[in-house]
């Protein structure tokens, strides 16, 4: 394990990377969302006048709030992101050592549900009856879009991490 | 990796765009948005919950129609009556069971000073404070007043006093970051859905 050359300071580095990454491509959907609806509501109700001041100040603040949020969200999920970096090494190398792609993915999607569930556990024992499902937009926004998202960064962690892995290989390979 | 690197230095560099174009050309329009500088001065009853360390803001808006037809929009305000007006499916992403009234609900037509308000389903709340029918409505020292310029045209100004300049690093940062911008969002999304709703035939 020492010899590879993803050490588990890469791991983490790279996985809150992919973590950050995660969190601002969330918030651009989240931000056009709230702009588009907001602008079509404002659209419908302002006169032409006084309509682009009020869409250009409504636009900027949602995305500034957005920004600040985001930043903020970064910084907390950059922590997570390293973790699972690590774990997903940890992981693939120790069930995965002659590094198969499919194999690495399976591997991926599996740790991927199981830290999830670990969140979501620890999330739901933080929040209890907060966590509801009498709004579906509610539901969606605070944790089926973010899991979709963290599961698919960890299945390209872990994509990124076997093709170092390989090409790690490759480049041994002559000399062995 | 490279490209995620690349996609986490644009991002940066577009909010801190997108923060210094707030700061400086957006802020202080959303502070005073649409109220004159006579608006701006006006005293309002509620004024006296107003300490002079606090931010305020003052924003108008021109509603086609008489203050006898805001006016019931205003008194049914509250999460426990009539909704905001404002974007309720915003409101609903943090779980506040936010439903703006789409008609006008008797029950809720006479609010009188002491009525507790609610901000959201078991979050805030706020009593009224003042209240004189077609004319202004007070929770705490956030009033709605309607100045009546003839039978058709109203302008409606709305007051906000919202933090102490005196707080914490950390109370500031949350205040100018994310409540400020993110107030004015939903009090501008108000102020229109009252004069979209005063103003349907």
């Given at each position: 394990?020492?010899?590879?050359?993803?050490?588990?300071?890469?791991?983490?580095?790279?996985?809150?990377?992919?973590?950050?990454?995660?969190?601002?491509?969330?918030?651009?959907?989240?931000?056009?969302?709230?702009?588009?609806?907001?602008?079509?509501?404002?659209?419908?109700?302002?006169?032409s006048?006084?309509?682009?001041?009020?869409?250009?100040?409504?636009?900027?603040?949602?995305?500034?709030?957005?920004?600040v949020?985001?930043?903020?969200?970064?910084?907390?999920?950059?922590?997570?992101?390293?973790?699972?970096?690590?774990?997903?090494?940890?992981?693939?190398?120790?069930?995965?050592?002659?590094?198969?792609?499919s194999?690495?993915?399976?591997?991926?999607?599996?740790?991927?549900?199981?830290?999830?569930?670990?969140?979501?556990?620890?999330?739901?024992?933080?929040?209890?009856?907060?966590?509801?499902?009498?709004?579906?937009?509610?539901?969606?926004?605070?944790?089926?879009?973010?899991?979709?998202?963290?599961?698919?960064?960890?299945?390209?962690?872990?994509?990124?991490?076997?093709?170092?892995?390989?090409?790690?290989?490759?480049?041994?390979?002559?000399?062995d | 990796?490279?490209?995620?690197?690349?996609?986490?230095?644009?991002?940066?560099?577009?909010?801190?765009?997108?923060?210094?174009?707030?700061?400086?050309?957006?802020?202080?329009?959303?502070?005073?948005?649409g109220?004159?500088?006579?608006?701006?001065?006006?005293?309002?009853?509620?004024?006296?919950?107003?300490?002079?360390?606090?931010?305020?803001?003052?924003?108008?808006?021109?509603?086609?129609?008489?203050?006898?037809?805001?006016?019931?929009?205003?008194?049914?305000?509250?999460?426990?009556?009539?909704?905001?007006?404002?974007?309720?499916?915003?409101?609903?992403?943090?779980?506040?069971?936010?439903?703006?009234?789409?008609?006008?609900?008797?029950?809720?037509?006479?609010?009188?000073?002491g009525?507790?308000?609610?901000?959201?389903?078991?979050?805030?709340?706020?009593?009224?404070?003042?209240?004189?029918?077609?004319?202004?409505?007070?929770?705490?020292?956030?009033?709605?007043?309607?100045?009546?310029?003839?039978?058709?045209?109203?302008?409606?100004?709305?007051?906000?006093?919202?933090?102490?300049?005196?707080?914490?690093?950390?109370?500031?940062?949350?205040?100018?970051?994310?409540?400020?911008?993110?107030?004015?969002?939903?009090?501008?999304?108000?102020?229109?859905?009252?004069?979209?709703?005063?103003?349907a035939?």
């Amino acid at each position: 394990m020492k010899n590879t050359v993803i050490s588990n300071k890469t791991a983490a580095y790279n996985g809150a990377l992919i973590a950050v990454a995660g969190v601002f491509a969330y918030s651009f959907a989240v931000m056009l969302y709230t702009i588009i609806r907001t602008s079509v509501s404002i659209c419908s109700i302002m006169p032409s006048p006084e309509r682009s001041k009020i869409l250009w100040a409504s636009g900027f603040s949602v995305a500034y709030s957005v920004g600040v949020f985001s930043f903020l969200m970064a910084m907390v999920s950059s922590m997570a992101g390293a973790v699972a970096g690590v774990i997903l090494r940890r992981v693939l190398l120790w069930l995965n050592p002659d590094v198969h792609l499919s194999k690495s993915i399976l591997i991926s999607s599996i740790v991927s549900l199981v830290l999830l569930l670990l969140l979501y556990l620890v999330l739901y024992i933080l929040l209890k009856e907060r966590i509801t499902l009498q709004y579906a937009g509610t539901f969606l926004f605070w944790y089926v879009f973010p899991a979709v998202i963290f599961f698919i960064a960890v299945l390209i962690g872990g994509a990124v991490f076997s093709n170092s892995l390989m090409k790690e290989k490759t480049n041994k390979t002559p000399k062995d | 990796m490279r490209r995620i690197r690349k996609f986490i230095k644009y991002s940066l560099i577009f909010y801190a765009i997108i923060a210094l174009v707030y700061w400086i050309f957006i802020r202080p329009v959303h502070m005073s948005w649409g109220a004159t500088a006579a608006e701006q001065q006006m005293k309002f009853p509620a004024d006296e919950f107003i300490s002079p360390d606090r931010i305020v803001t003052t924003r108008a808006i021109a509603i086609h129609s008489s203050a006898e037809k805001i006016w019931p929009w205003i008194a049914q305000t509250g999460q426990n009556r009539g909704g905001f007006n404002s974007y309720y499916w915003l409101e609903n992403l943090f779980a506040a069971s936010m439903h703006n009234a789409d008609s006008i609900v008797p029950q809720w037509q006479n609010p009188v000073p002491g009525d507790t308000i609610y901000y959201g389903e078991g979050e805030g709340y706020e009593m009224i404070s003042f209240v004189k029918r077609n004319e202004y409505y007070a929770l705490g020292g956030w009033t709605f007043y309607l100045d009546s310029l003839d039978t058709d045209h109203t302008r409606l100004i709305v007051r906000y006093p919202s933090m102490e300049v005196k707080q914490s690093v950390l109370m500031r940062a949350y205040y100018y970051g994310l409540f400020e911008p993110l107030h004015f969002i939903m009090e501008s999304g108000m102020m229109m859905g009252i004069k979209q709703r005063a103003e349907a035939k």
